[in-house]
């Protein structure tokens, strides 16, 4: 998948993060960030990155997300491949 391509599904997933009270505080926890600062983060492949981990993190938000938006399941894994650290000679580097 192109990276272009693997940040649309992330910000797809950004998207439906925040249409739920719930899931946005959850993410807003886990990346320390304020709701404005998510907003300018949406530009950053490895911040997009990091919104597709914490999908990937919770298989059944996964599942939600993908019936919701019509993507096949494997399509947020796939996406996170292409993005910044998502390969596996990108893990672990500093």
Do not use: Y
Not at 11 to 20: G, H, S
Not at 35 to 47: K, W
Not at 62 to 87: H, I, K, V
């Amino acid at each position: 998948m192109k990276q272009e391509q693997a940040e649309t599904v992330a910000l797809q997933a950004l998207a439906w993060i925040a249409e739920d009270q719930d899931r946005l505080g959850r993410l807003l926890a886990e990346t320390g960030l304020a709701p404005e600062e998510i907003r300018e983060q949406a530009a950053n492949p490895t911040f997009l990155g990091g919104v597709l981990d914490f999908l990937l993190g919770d298989e059944a938000s996964l599942l939600a997300f993908c019936a919701e938006t019509s993507l096949e399941p494997t399509w947020p894994a796939r996406a996170r491949q292409s993005l910044p650290g998502g390969s596996p000679g990108d893990r672990g580097a500093a």
